[in-house]
C-alpha cells in the first residue's frame, strides 16, 4: 500500500422542475467522486443499476427504485473505503 487514504465523497442529485421552478432531490440518482478505475465496485453494490465515470473520479450511480437511497449510499461508500 502507498500510504495514500482513499477518499469518498457522495452528493445526492438536486432536480429542478422547469415549469415552477422547485427543486427536489433526486431518488434514483447519485454522484459520487472517489478514486479513478472504481466504477465495477460501485456497480457491484446491490441496488446500483448502472455507474458511469463522466469524468476521472467522479461516477454518476443511478439506483433501482426498490431499494431504499440512503442504504444504498452507505453501501457504496463502504465497499469504497473497504476495498483493498
Known sequence: MSGRMKDVLIE???N???RTGIE???THQLKVWADA???EIIQSVEGVQAAYET???EYSVYID???D???VKA???AAILCMD
Open 55 to 57: 469524468f476521472p473520479c
Open 24 to 26: 427536489s432531490i433526486s
Open 65 to 67: 427504485a426498490r431499494y
Open 75 to 77: 453501501d457504496i461508500e
Open 69 to 71: 437511497l440512503e442504504f
Open 37 to 39: 478505475g472504481l466504477k
Open 16 to 18: 429542478t422542475d422547469m
Open 12 to 14: 445526492y442529485v438536486i
